[in-house]
């Protein structure tokens, strides 16, 4: 990254923590959890007991692998598979080595903003699935699914996994879902996970773990601000809070401040004022029912053609057509 892009990044940064926290009430974007600090506790989520997504999409993955890949079935003379947001790609390789047997010829293709999430995806592929064509694009979403059009003209299979989704309230997943119906060709597919609703209390334990690391995790973007922005966060002086709404399906996150209290943060000139036990609101994890994924895909230009579930039905993935 140049310095130019940093520059950007770091105003980006800025004018959202700007905005957020002298808003009505407060609040910040998830996405500034992903640091290389907050990536370490993601992984550590991702490993958690009470986090169920993970296991549960690696399940369905391991359950029916084949099932999945014989709906690319019509692309198997060439096709790239793209995945927006890059992991560790565990629960890729199960289908990368299934293509793979079944003689599938595709370029794996995984789109991040993080280079280093790319490359390190890319070196462990390359020498464990030496013979998958992989391509690392790194950028924005779209911007790098508009470049691809440009590139190739092949089928795509477009992967979103993680519910990565359920960070967005609807009318965004709309907009999000629209931008990916427009990237597509009439025979494209996308493989989408969304969790579902479930009892209310295994919602609030994923998302409230015993051992504290979701905390942690939300806490981080208070440390970013610190280290990033000049900020004298107490992190301690702050307790992470979260609420399900099995109505809406809408899990909440917030930092709550367990005092009255003054925070500066120098590079934004800006003092901000907290009353005891006010809240930033930090996240939003959607959960969803075929109902709702009918109705965000259809408003959307899109069509569920079909879903795998893992044994509790915690979680589904849904093939979708334009
Ligand atoms: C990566 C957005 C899917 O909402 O479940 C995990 C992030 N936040 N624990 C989720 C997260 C707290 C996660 N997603």
Redesign the pocket.
Known sequence: MNSKDQKVLVSTFEKEVYEGLTAFPKYLS?KY?YDEVGDEL?QQ??ELPE?Y?TRAEYNIFKENASAIIESFDKYKKGFDLIEL?AGDGKKTKILLKELQKKGYDFTYMPIDISQNAVDGLVKNLDLEMPDVLVQGQIGEYFEVLDRLNHISDRKKVIMVL??????LLHPRAIQFLKKLCNAMHSDDLVFMGF?QKKHPQKVLD??NDKTGV?AK??KNVLSRINKELRGNFDVDAFMHWETYDPESGT?K?YLVSKKKQTVDIDSLSLQVHFEAWESIHT????KYDDDIVKWLTEESGLKVVNSFSDENNDYKNYLITK
């Open positions: 998830s959890f993601f989520i991702m986090y997504l947001g993680g519910s990565n989704i359920g960070n969790d994923a998302y979701t995790f939300n899990a996150s996240e939003i994890s959607q």
